[in-house]
């Protein structure tokens, strides 16, 4: 017997199924009604400001209140409220307190809302042969040779000393202008081509060429003070305004249907906001929980959740002390207790297998398009250095919710051993003693300009999110 015989057997078992085969016309309606909001999202919420304001006017919608105002009105939180509370414009907790007292746990869906981009430097603007720039460094994980020759958008704040706060978007409407940067021709490219991927455009050449016209009757740097001159009209902002911004540049332009069957999204910064926005309307649209749900939405993500906004942070805690407390059952071991008996799925993409790269990946264990939401049960990389694993008993317990719930579901890891590897916040909540694991949408072309996903995938993210807050 042929060794690939058998694994043919083996694989036929295991093998999970296109859930695409099994939906009737109500399914798809639902589907299609979730994937045509989801895409709003991703054209509303570029930045994790951008996300956090979409997704509050939601929760407003929703019947949720501002934490803060709650607390301050002294009112005590029951059985069916709903709270949200805001980390510094970059993050959000939302919570709907359940039947069982908070102590006992809650179900957490956690995500995140920032994704990699190019941010502009605090002293950016410059002059260079009648061209004018802007100095980016970029944030997160990304091939820059992606960035180049791409339609991109400015989005982000201004904060002026006075402590006003200009929001900025431009190259959105298709009236705006839009910005890029620049990559050499293929004529003059034998050197360029020559070198290494990760040298071929290096992080100093991803600078965003904003002009080229210079103001009149201007002997010094003409082009430069017309880019000065058009923002203190628009804005009233001076360049040194700059050194208080925080300015995004991402891909310009809306997320789209892909595909001629449209059986796909492509868009901008679906890691991780397809699983951020799946997890958040799965909030929403829960009526009666049994336990304390809880959606978390953080900042940070792609660069090791750290600072003020990111997982690292004390804003969840202390959200969730403040909640004990507003209910008059706070005490540091009620705290460390509703952590530790909560339970948590990491609400993050995955990678999805891509025949053109299949090599890359070990086909039994890989995320399919159309198969449904993803469990990792461990993330790092090489000998699971730096993941959270998830308990077998707690993997068993999912399973019987996703088939109970008529979920589709399938269990994947980050490529092959050895091949690569990456990481999420699972391993930071598991450090309270809680049972985590990491359960998203698989994607293609992560971290570049344009991912995307599969609209199966973002429906099936969506039931399996609502069937662990009702049933975890
Ligand atoms: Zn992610």
């Known amino acids: 017997m042929c060794f690939k015989c058998l694994g043919v057997v083996q694989g036929d078992d295991m093998e999970r199924k296109n859930v695409w085969k099994d939906y009737d016309k109500k399914e798809i309606k639902e589907l299609e009604k979730l994937c045509k909001e989801y895409r709003k999202f991703l054209d509303n ?31 005590k939180l029951k059985t069916g409220d709903k709270v949200y509370a805001v980390n510094m414009k970059k993050a959000i907790a939302l919570f709907q307190i359940g039947e069982e007292p908070l102590v006992d746990g809650m179900n957490i869906l956690g995500a995140h809302i920032d994704s990699p981009r190019m941010d502009v430097k605090q002293n950016p603007l ?89 103001l009149a009757k201007e002997e010094k740097e003409p082009v430069k003070k017309m880019i000065l001159s058009i923002l203190k009209k628009k804005y009233d902002m001076e360049e040194e305004d700059f050194l208080s911004a925080e ?31 799946t997890s958040a309307v799965a909030m ?10 809880c959606c978390l939405l953080v900042d940070k993500e792609e660069i090791g959740s750290v600072g003020a906004t990111g997982m690292q942070s004390k804003f969840f805690e202390n959200t969730v002390a403040e ?35 299949g090599s890359a990946f070990e086909k039994k264990n890989a995320a399919y398009f159309g198969r449904g939401v993803v469990f990792n049960k461990f993330t790092g990389s090489r000998g699971k250095s730096g993941s959270n694993d998830a308990n077998a008993e707690y993997i068993g317990k999912l399973r019987k919710i996703m088939d109970d719930n008529n979920v589709a579901f399938q269990t994947a890891e980050l490529g092959k051993v050895d091949i690569g590897g990456g990481g999420t916040i699972a391993y930071i909540l598991s450090l309270y003693g809680m049972n985590v694991i990491d359960s998203g949408v698989a994607v293609l072309n992560m971290h570049a300009p ?9 429906y099936e993210a969506y039931k399996s999110y609502k069937a662990f807050l009702k049933d975890a």
Request: contains cysteine; proline residues 2%; charged residues 30%.
């Open 284 to 293: 929403f649209d829960m009526k009666n929980v049994r336990r304390t749900a």
């Open 126 to 214: 410059y002059e260079d042969t009648d061209f004018a720039y802007l100095d980016t460094h970029y944030y997160g994980g990304i091939k820059k040779y992606q960035w180049v020759t791409l339609p991109l958008a400015i989005h982000g704040v201004v904060a002026k000393k006075n402590g006003e706060v200009i929001d900025i978007v431009i190259g959105e409407d298709e009236k705006d202008p839009i910005f890029c940067v620049t990559d050499l021709l293929i004529h003059l490219a034998g050197e360029q081509m020559e070198k290494k991927a990760n040298k071929v455009v290096e992080g100093e050449q991803l600078d965003i060429l904003i002009g080229s016209r210079p």
């Open 45 to 75: 919420g570029k930045t994790e400001r951008e996300c956090v304001k979409y997704i509050v006017e939601l929760a407003k919608e929703a019947g949720y209140q501002d934490f803060d105002e709650v607390k301050a009105s002294g009112k």
């Open 323 to 357: 909640l004990l407390d507003n209910m008059g059952d706070y005490n540091e071991l009620k705290l460390k207790k509703t952590l530790a008996n909560s339970f948590m799925l990491s609400s993050d993409v995955s990678a999805a297998y891509d025949p053109s790269f």
């Open 450 to 458: 344009w991912e995307i996903t599969s609209k199966a995938d973002v």
């Open 247 to 277: 300015l995004e540049i991402v891909p310009a332009g809306k997320a789209r249907n892909a595909g001629l069957d449209e059986s796909m999204i492509m868009g901008y910064g679906q890691d991780d906001r397809v699983c951020a926005y």
